[in-house]
């Protein structure tokens, strides 16, 4: 007979063999559901004092032993199977540490970054929501940022320029008082001049507003947009006139859309005014009109001299306003190009801008049908 001694020493090396083989594979399982490893721990604890009891049996050759070796065998049997626990608990405390650590830093440094070896498929899961949350919390606070800085652009130049047409108009209106104005029509002119350019600023703001807010209807109607082109260049004669800039037609297909006409011409109108004013005196602006599948586009092109390559980005941000010569120009607030983007893009469209020989090209494209 084999002494209970020996038999327990052999179960607890059998048992001891099947617990390594179990933390084994439960390290090979860490990036699978935490599920699937406590599966793998049950079945070890049974595999453990299953192969015990036979390898008992087998050593003292009879089909039952005494109760204590039963017992000896089945105590080592569940000490492997607390080890093996022990082994995927740790793991999973660890490795729920090693998260709470990352998430907190997250918080202070509002960057995630996810540990390296994380003990299930549960918390790698997790790891990887957190990582899309600190990206997505990275880009809306660059947008924040960026609308921030832009807001601030907005209210420092639309402060400056409110300020140029008050003062003309409170020094016309000293004059008058004080009976020193020689011609009064004159003066009343240039008041009105001063007050339409104040009306023209607040339209663009309480626009902006809308197209910020999504508050903005439009009214969608099939209509041939080289007729819309055309009453836009007829409201800008004065301007081009003043500046005897000469527009040319390089092609005007007759193309037919759904669009909202005041916003369009709005569009057209910014971006025709946008190239007669930072064009040269005496210079040519070409309007293009054509279809390209199921869009139309419109092309303005000027000769301005170009767009730094570095400003291309930024031409559609809200109180853009270019280089020193365009801040010092005396209209609006750098908010004409971001109502256009705005208008284009509630079009379903796209507006983009770009350097040809000379100067730059806006072009937007709308699809035919209302989106």
């Known amino acids: 007979m084999t002494s209970p001694q020996l038999i327990v020493l052999i179960a607890a090396c059998e048992s001891a063999g099947v617990g390594l083989l179990g933390a084994t594979v439960l ?5 699978q559901p935490l599920g699937l490893s406590l599966i793998v721990v049950v079945v070890i604890t049974v595999c453990a004092t299953n192969i015990s009891v036979i ?11 005494p109760v204590t070796v039963g017992l000896a065998v089945n105590c080592v049997a ?15 405390m660890t490795g729920g540490r090693q998260l709470a650590d990352a998430t907190r830093a997250f918080g202070r440094e509002q960057r995630f970054s996810a540990p390296a070896d994380l003990p299930s498929a549960e918390f790698a899961e997790l790891a990887r929501e957190l990582r899309v949350t600190s990206e997505n919390l990275a880009e809306s606070q660059r947008r924040e940022r960026a609308l921030d800085a832009s807001r601030r652009r907005v ?26 104005s020689a011609d009064l029509p004159r003066y009343f002119r240039e008041v009105r001049a001063d007050v339409d350019q104040l009306t023209e600023m607040a339209q663009d703001l309480f626009e902006l507003s809308k197209l910020q807010a ?24 004065v301007l081009t006139d ?17 669009v909202d006409y005041d916003a369009m011409s ?13 064009g040269p005196v005496g210079g040519a602006v070409s309007l293009e009109l054509r279809s390209d599948g199921d869009h139309a586009v419109v092309s303005v092109s000027d000769e301005c001299g170009g767009i730094p390559a570095a400003d291309l ?40 801008v770009f350097n040809v020989v000379g100067g730059c090209c806006f072009e937007v494209r709308i699809p035919l049908e209302a989106a």
């Open 242 to 258: 003043k500046r005897d800039v000469r527009l040319r037609a390089e092609r005007i297909d007759p193309v037919v859309a759904t």
């Open 313 to 352: 980005d930024s031409v559609f941000d809200t109180g853009w306003r270019g280089d020193a010569e365009r801040d010092a120009a005396p209209q609006g607030g750098g908010l004409g190009l971001a109502i256009v983007q705005g208008l284009v893009e509630a079009h379903s469209g796209r507006v983009r």
């Open 155 to 180: 209210v420092s130049w639309i402060s400056h320029d409110l300020r140029a047409p008050l003062q003309r108009m409170r020094l016309k209106a000293e004059a008058v008082e004080d009976g020193m």
């Open 78 to 92: 569940g000490v492997v199977s607390v080890g093996v626990g022990l082994v995927l608990g740790r793991s999973v």
């Open 27 to 31: 390290h090979l399982l860490r990036r």
């Open 55 to 65: 390898t008992a049996m087998f050593v003292t050759g009879s089909d039952s032993m």
């Open 214 to 237: 999504g508050t903005l209807r439009l009214k969608p109607v099939r209509l041939p947009l080289d007729d819309l082109l055309s009453d836009v260049v007829a409201r800008t004669d």
């Open 266 to 278: 709005r569009v057209f109108t910014n971006l025709l005014v946008n190239s007669a004013q930072y």
